[in-house]
């Protein structure tokens, strides 16, 4: 799993790597400059033959000087290359000087404006990490204009599209960016590659190493670090069985064998005569992904709909907390509830008495409890009454409109320049359990600031997962993921549920429903396993 660095961390690993005399400034400039047009070539093989014409733009940072490393790079190739320059080259940094200086020694170099001739490759070195505002004026047009080649004029982006945030995935201003078809960055991803609009701009990622050694490395299996951020991805062990480590050693059942209890009891609250559905999505998901059984929860009066409805999945009746109490024995190790369950006293007091259900004589963790929907708009009103009631088992799943009811100073309309991991890490602070905020860019975060990044995006994007339930299966994946007695920490759980979340809709394809979810799993299962 890569580890991903915000534009300070990053600086402060190159200046690190600077300072300790492992290399220079310029090294790395000329690297990243490279890796550039070698990620071109890659990308569209034609240009890597004969000679083209390129119109490069350099900001007034260290951009813009792997921007003259390009243009000198393709030049030495036989390129026709036009060099244009936002700002005053007498004021660029050292390393960026320098490489403009050697640039200009055999090539002009304008201010921004219309490129005279045709081109079949516009580079964007304007900004890169080091912006903090939006685009001035010139440059929003210059990053705007239509370069002349007709459609095959092939846009690179160097590290961010300019006006792009990489820590937040934010347009500030909300316009004026650089739109991409292939993006270059250095060393690791930034949080805004994935975030927000940021996979919009960027076209395609391509991430190259200029030499500053280890990233991170792959620490799938155990939490990410306090106060780190990591992509959830696939991670496949370099020795032994095909078993993937990420995200194999999350599914309990692909890993070891055992008896039912071993795998867990996963217990569903589901809502009344009608609103069924939604809790028999969450249990079919927790049944599939490997609980060793799972037992629905319902009203009396929802009996005989559910019934008709469900074989594997166990049935109860369930008519309030009091009774939740009386059905429930130490055994089951996981809870789900909140989707069809109804906004309310009854689901705020069955909330109370899960949270309250703590690790009894023969379980050795506390319960994991999923709450998601109604059992989070339930405490909208009040969500200090929550936050009391929760534990460091406990897991939110909220989408935006549920965050924001928790969270109103959280909110995505509210959260101005923080990016959305800040807010769910303040989030998971405030109500000392994990949280989970759903989107193409799900964030989850632990209390302690350790979290995880799971991007829907790029060749992974699913937009037909955007559709009514699939949260529902979310939720029941969780469950079921977390209940078996060998599951890693909550935070492992809901990345493994994200991705295998996502793979059952890619498996799918097209005209998914939320129904289809969980009887993908199997196929997607055989893969990890493979
Ligand atoms: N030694 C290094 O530090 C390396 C840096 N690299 C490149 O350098 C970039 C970072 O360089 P910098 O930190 O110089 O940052 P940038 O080159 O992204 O831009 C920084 C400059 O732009 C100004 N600025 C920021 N927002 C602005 C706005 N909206 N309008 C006008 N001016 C604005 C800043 O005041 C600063 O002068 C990376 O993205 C990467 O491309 C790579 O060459 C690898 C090595
Ligand atoms: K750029």
Not at 42 to 63: K, T, Y
Request: hydrophobic share 50%.
């Amino acid at each position: 799993m890569t580890e991903l660095m915000t534009a300070a961390q990053m600086r402060a690993t190159e200046e690190a790597a600077i300072a300790a005399g492992r290399t220079t400034g310029l090294a790395l400039m000329e690297r990243a400059g490279r890796a550039v047009v070698a990620a071109v070539f890659q990308r569209w093989p034609a240009l890597s033959e004969g000679a083209h014409a390129a119109l490069v733009l350099c900001g007034p940072g260290n951009n813009g000087g792997d921007g003259f490393v390009i243009a000198r790079r393709l030049r030495d190739l036989g390129w026709a290359v036009t060099v244009q320059i936002f700002g005053d080259a007498a004021r660029l940094p050292p390393d960026a000087r320098r490489m403009h200086d050697l640039w200009a020694a055999s090539g002009p170099v304008a201010p921004l404006g219309p490129c005279e001739g045709g081109v079949d490759l516009v580079v964007d070195a304007l900004f890169g990490t080091g912006l903090t505002r939006p685009l001035p004026q010139a440059v929003a047009e210059a990053v705007a204009r239509p370069s002349r080649g007709g459609d095959q004029v092939q846009r690179v982006a160097v590290d961010a599209p300019s006006g792009l945030n990489l820590d937040t995935g934010a347009i500030p201003g909300g316009q004026g960016v650089f739109l991409a078809d292939l993006t270059v960055t250095f060393h690791t991803a930034k949080p805004g590659h994935y975030l927000g609009a940021g996979p919009a701009v960027c076209g395609q990622l391509v991430c190259a190493d200029i030499g500053l050694g280890g990233s991170g490395g792959n620490l799938a299996g155990s939490p990410p670090a306090a106060g780190s951020l990591r992509l959830a991805e696939p991670v496949t062990a370099d020795t032994g069985p095909g078993l993937r480590v990420f995200p194999g050693a999350a599914i309990a059942k692909l890993a070891a064998t055992g008896h039912k209890y071993d795998f867990g009891h996963a217990v569903v609250l589901a809502g009344g005569v009608g609103r069924g559905g939604a809790g028999r999505l969450a249990a079919r998901a927790a049944l599939r992904a490997g609980a060793g059984l799972v037992t629905m929860l319902c009203p009396p009066a929802a009996l005989q709909e559910n019934a008709a409805r469900m074989d594997a999945v166990m049935l109860r009746a369930c008519r309030d907390a009091e009774a939740f109490e009386a059905l429930v024995d130490d055994r089951v190790t996981a809870l789900c509830l909140g989707p069809g369950l109804g906004v309310g006293e009854r689901t705020r007091s069955l909330v109370a008495a899960v949270c309250a259900r703590r690790a009894g004589a023969r379980a050795g963790r506390d319960p994991a409890v999923v709450l998601d929907a109604d059992a989070l708009t339930s405490f909208a009103p009040a969500p200090d009454a929550l936050f009391a009631l929760l534990h460091p088992r406990c897991i939110l799943t909220p989408h935006e409109g549920e965050f924001g009811r928790l969270f109103p100073d959280l909110a995505l309309s509210a959260r101005a320049g923080m990016s959305k991991v800040e807010a769910v890490r303040h989030a998971a602070a405030r109500a000392g359990c994990v949280v989970l905020l759903k989107g193409a860019d799900t964030v989850i975060a632990r209390p302690d600031g350790a979290a995880s990044l799971h991007a829907a995006v790029y060749d992974r994007a699913v937009p037909w997962l955007a559709t009514a339930g699939a949260g529902d299966v979310l939720a029941g994946l969780i469950a079921g993921l977390a209940a078996p007695a060998s599951a890693p920490e909550l935070i492992c759980v809901a990345e493994a549920a994200a991705w295998l979340h996502v793979e059952a809709a890619r498996a799918f394809g097209p005209g998914l429903i939320a129904e289809d979810l969980p009887d993908m799993l199997p196929e997607v299962f055989r893969r990890v396993a493979g």
